[in-house]
Structures are given as structure tokens and as C-alpha cells.
């Protein structure tokens, strides 16, 4: 009755044996992209290839490396040729590379950086816009998985590292096709928590299974954020549109843990240095403070104060004397300068000096007589006048002018004919 079952070794040696004979399958010729590289210590690589529709996993042993003049990556595009066989311990069939050359770059990784382009020249990695990440948060929210690896790593550091911290996980998709939208519809719920901090992201993984973390709506999701963001995506060799867009990128989810919180101990250490410094600045203050009082203790002011006084009073007797020789000095001159204004002859013999000076002036007026044009009009002499001006020629004057004829006693008016 058994008879007719068989093991699953068996079916997979069947199914080997089947595809080792097949002539068409001993030499094929792929063409696809790059995935999930992985490079042996041995020199072995260890890679997927893909396309649109469905993917093979690749081996390409030491002795056919060390042909190749490029070094492979996720997202390269690539031609290779080699045998398909299946591996017994999994039952997966793959191929066995000999050779390999570049065939352009992957869909993915262009995609991957023509956004970058875009982002970047909208400024949305700018240095300058990046927020400050909080040294001590109270309150930590991680947009992730709610199981793996990623989430138990990150709280267990937070925990050792900074046990006051509160953490609020926004459990969201992080793998597939309805991961992006997951991932934004948590980021934007987690303002509404009044957050310190916000770790995002994920384990390794293929760049498949990172790209929802490369999508667009991710990227500005993270940069409306209004709490600070770190970006924490797969391994230290992954590198994300997040990580450009957050305000600081952690190399795994473990390291972002460990850039959001303090170490307990440090910050101890920190306290007890501050701590020691403030007790030993204020014993400086204090010090230098009663000093400064034994100082001024010991000034000769204070042990006799009345020397101030005595100081002030010798000073005011000096100015006081000083004024009164100043007073008399100034009146004694004064004095005597009254004492020659009265011994002056004008107050003895007033009378005296207004005759002299009455006799000059008739002198002077008897002088200036024969000079005056009155006399020369008391003598039928006349003075003629135009508006005021002396007119001293006829050929100042002309016809029907009106001028002014001065005689010696009165001014008539006369036209000019």
C-alpha cells in the first residue's frame, strides 16, 4: 500500500535529475535586474534576479568572479548566462552563474533617483530645514512593525538606554503595496500625540521590500512632520528617500534607539559634573565674596570713621577762609577804585568840562557855517531836484519832467518846457 508513496528527497533528486538532463536548461542566457546582493567572504555572490513578473535566485561561484570588471549592486541591470539546477536542502531551483555583464540600470534605482533629483532641488533635504532631534524626550513614537525584530530592538535600547522615556508604537504596514499609504496615515496621527521624537522605518531587507520607504508620499509625509523624525531603515548599507528627508537617519533600527535617547548613565555622569562644578563655583563666590569684606573691614574708614569728618571740616575751614580773603580782597579794590572816581575832577567841577566842551562845538559850527548851501541860497542861489536827486546838468532833464526848485525859504515845483 506505500509502495506507491515516495520521500520528498526523493522527488527532489527526481526533479534535479530532470533538470540537470535537459539540454536547454544546462546553458541559458538571462537577462534582469539585481537584487538582494550579497558578496561571500569566499568570493561567492549571492544575488536574485528579477523582472516585472517573477524572479530566479543566482550563484556565481569564486572562480567566475574574479572574471568580471565590475562590481555588482542592488538595481543593476545585468546579462548572465549559466546552468539551472535545484538546490536539494530547499527544493529551489536557481541558477548557476558563469558569466555576467552590465546591462544598464534597473528600473527601481532609476526610479530611486530621479525622485532624489526632484526632492532635492524642492529642497526638502535641506540641512537648514532640518529640526533639532530633543537630547532627553519624554515621549517616543515609532512608525513601524508591530512585530520583528525592528520594534522589540528599539524598545529594549530605549528601555536599557533611557528607562523615563514613554514609548507609543503607530503599528503600520512596512513591506508591499498598501505599505506606503499605512506609513503616512502614522506619521500624520503621530503629531496629534504631542511627541518629542519619532523613529521611522524598518529591518533589512531587498530594495523591494524597503521601497515603500522611496515613494514620494513617504518622503513628504516625513518632511510636513512636525515632530523631529528619525529615519531608520533597514541596515547601515541601505540608504532610502527617508533617510534624506528626515531630520537625522540612523544606520539601523537599533542605532536610531540609540541616537533618541541618552544614556542613563552618561546623563548621571553629567549631573554629578555639573553638580561639582556649581558647588565648587559658588564656594569661589563665596570665598571671593568675604574677602572682599575683610577688605573693606579693614579699610582705615571703617576703624575710624570720624576721620571723614574731620577730613570734610578742615576742607570747609580752608574754603571758608579762602573766601573771606577773596571777599576782602575784592572790596578793598573796589574801594579804591570809588576813591579815584570821586577825587576826579568830574564830580568836583562838572560845569567845567560841559563849557569846554560847549566852546568846541560853536567852534566847530563856525567852522562848518561858510560851507553850508544855505548861505549860498540866502544868496538867490537855488538847489533843482528829480526825485530826490540833485540834478547838476541839463542833460539830466528833459521835456515835460516835473522837478523841484529849492530856494532858501521853500520848494516850488516847475515842468520843463
Not at 12 to 17: A, D, F, G, L, V
Not at 177 to 197: F, G, H, M, P
Not at 234 to 239: A, C, N, R, S, Y
Request: aromatic share 8%; charged share 25%; net charge positive.
Amino acid at each position: 500500500m506505500n509502495d506507491k508513496y515516495i520521500s520528498v528527497t526523493q522527488l527532489t533528486r527526481y526533479i534535479k535529475y530532470k533538470i540537470d538532463n535537459d539540454i536547454n536548461l544546462n546553458e541559458v542566457f538571462l537577462k534582469g535586474e539585481i537584487s538582494n546582493f550579497k558578496a561571500h567572504s569566499r568570493g561567492h555572490f549571492y544575488f536574485t534576479l528579477k523582472d516585472e513578473g517573477s524572479r530566479i535566485n543566482a550563484i556565481m561561484f569564486a572562480t567566475n568572479t574574479k572574471k568580471i570588471k565590475f562590481t555588482p549592486t542592488d538595481g543593476m541591470k545585468v546579462l548572465i548566462s549559466g546552468k539551472i539546477s535545484v538546490f536539494e536542502a530547499n527544493g529551489a531551483y536557481q541558477i548557476y552563474v558563469n558569466d555576467m555583464l552590465e546591462d544598464g540600470v534597473g528600473n527601481l534605482f532609476v526610479a530611486f533617483e530621479q525622485l532624489k533629483k526632484k526632492l532635492a532641488e524642492e529642497g526638502l533635504f535641506d540641512e537648514s530645514k532640518k529640526k533639532k532631534i530633543p537630547k532627553i524626550p519624554k515621549r517616543i513614537g515609532v512608525v513601524t512593525a508591530p512585530t520583528g525584530a525592528a520594534i522589540k530592538d528599539i524598545i529594549s535600547t530605549i528601555k536599557r538606554r533611557w528607562p523615563l522615556t514613554e514609548i507609543l508604537l503607530f503599528p503600520s504596514l512596512v513591506q508591499g503595496e498598501l505599505a506606503a499609504d499605512d506609513i503616512v496615515r502614522q506619521i500624520k496621527n503621530s503629531d496629534n500625540y504631542n511627541l518629542d521624537t519619532l523613529i521611522v522605518g524598518r529591518g533589512g531587507g531587498s530594495i523591494e521590500d524597503l521601497w515603500p520607504f522611496n515613494e514620494e508620499k513617504v518622503a513628504r509625509a516625513i518632511y510636513e512632520c512636525k515632530t523631529p523624525i528619525i529615519s531608520a531603515v533597514g541596515h547601515e548599507i541601505d540608504f532610502t528617500i527617508a533617510d534624506f528627508v528626515a531630520d537625522l537617519r540612523a544606520p539601523t533600527p537599533t542605532g536610531a534607539a540609540e541616537m533618541a535617547v541618552p544614556q542613563y548613565n552618561d546623563v548621571v555622569n553629567y549631573l554629578k559634573q555639573l553638580n561639582i562644578r556649581l558647588n565648587t563655583a559658588i564656594n569661589n563666590k563665596v570665598k571671593n565674596c568675604k574677602q572682599k569684606i575683610e577688605s573693606i573691614k579693614s579699610r582705615n574708614i571703617f576703624k575710624n570713621p570720624i576721620i571723614i569728618y574731620q577730613s570734610k571740616e578742615l576742607m570747609f575751614d580752608n574754603l571758608l577762609e579762602r573766601l573771606k580773603y577773596s571777599s576782602n580782597t575784592l572790596l578793598s579794590l573796589k574801594e579804591k577804585k570809588l576813591a579815584v572816581i570821586k577825587n576826579s575832577y568830574i564830580f568836583k567841577k562838572p560845569y567845567q568840562i560841559i563849557d569846554k566842551k560847549a566852546n568846541k562845538y560853536l567852534q566847530i559850527i563856525s567852522k562848518l557855517e561858510p560851507l553850508s548851501p544855505l548861505l549860498t541860497l540866502k544868496r538867490g542861489y537855488t538847489i533843482i531836484k528829480k526825485d530826490g536827486q540833485i540834478i547838476n546838468s541839463v542833460k539830466k532833464i528833459k521835456k515835460k519832467e516835473t522837478l523841484e526848485i529849492q530856494f532858501t525859504d521853500g520848494i516850488i515845483n516847475a515842468e520843463v518846457i
